[in-house]
T-cell receptor, first 116, second 112 residues
Framework: GAVVSQHPSWVICKSGTSVKIECRSL??????MFWYRQFPKQSLMLMAT?????????EQGVEKDKFLINHASLTLSTLTVTSAHPEDSSFYIC????????????FGPGTRLTVL | GENVEQHPSTLSVQEGDSAVIKCTYS??????FPWYKQELGKRPQLIID?????GEKKDQRIAVTLNKTAKHFSLHITETQPEDSAVYFC???????????FGGGTRLMVKP
């Protein structure tokens, strides 16, 4: 199946710093990517839909100024957690679908963020 | 918007037995229903999916059934093995790579 990578796989940062997470589709183009957040033992919660060449669409309750999303190319979307706080500590996972062939979505390996 | 409910939240079975996980959804516009398996600390992996024009789909020990009228779909795992132990998520959404709404997950434990 299609491959989606994420970088970094884990990050520890001090409160107040910003962290950028990259999501790449390695062998297909993705006009749309999705960012999810997952707390321990909980389900995946959609944060936003990343659209190549246009603004992201955020889910209700997600602060767009805090979680900046950029989808500058058909293979790369970035999520920047600005001024991170301990409550932002979570597992962030992106997904992408090769919409040219199928509607199946493939997930990245996730990024574990710990804010001290 | 879409709301997906998943039951049970935990399921313990003996190796070799069958496991069934059920999900209901609310949005009749949903046409795509994937199931994902997530091992601890890893990404969700697609194990099977079904589209609204099909009532049942099978892949070796895994099968999924869909009842669009009742808005529910189920995952069936037969002859369970210890390596089937994981968290399983159902999801629902429109076709063509649109966003998915996930169920709460089911932690499956297969006892050897």
């Amino acid at each position: 199946g299609a491959v989606v990578s994420q970088h970094p796989s884990w990050v520890i940062c001090k409160s107040g710093t910003s962290v950028k997470i990259e999501c790449r589709s390695l062998d297909f183009q993705a006009t749309t990517m999705f960012w999810y957040r997952q707390f321990p033992k909980q389900s995946l919660m959609l944060m936003a839909t990343s659209n190549e060449g246009s603004k992201a669409t955020y889910e209700q309750g997600v602060e767009k100024d805090k979680f900046l999303i950029n989808h500058a190319s058909l293979t790369l979307s970035t999520l920047t957690v600005t001024s991170a706080h301990p409550e932002d500590s979570s597992f962030y996972i992106c997904s992408a679908g090769d919409s040219g062939l199928t509607d199946t979505q493939y997930f990245g390996p996730g990024t574990r963020l710990t804010v001290l | 918007g879409e709301n997906v409910e998943q039951h049970p939240s935990t399921l313990s079975v003996q190796e070799g037995d069958s496991a069934v996980i059920k999900c209901t959804y609310s949005d009749s516009a949903s046409n795509y229903f994937p199931w994902y398996k997530q091992e601890l600390g890893k990404r969700p992996q697609l194990i099977i999916d079904i589209r609204s024009n099909v009532g049942e789909k099978k892949d070796q020990r895994i099968a999924v059934t869909l009842n669009k009228t009742a808005k529910h779909f189920s995952l069936h795992i037969t002859e369970t093995q210890p390596e089937d132990s994981a968290v399983y998520f159902c999801a629902a959404g429109p076709l063509a790579g649109n966003m998915l709404t996930f169920g709460g997950g089911t932690r499956l434990m297969v006892k050897p």
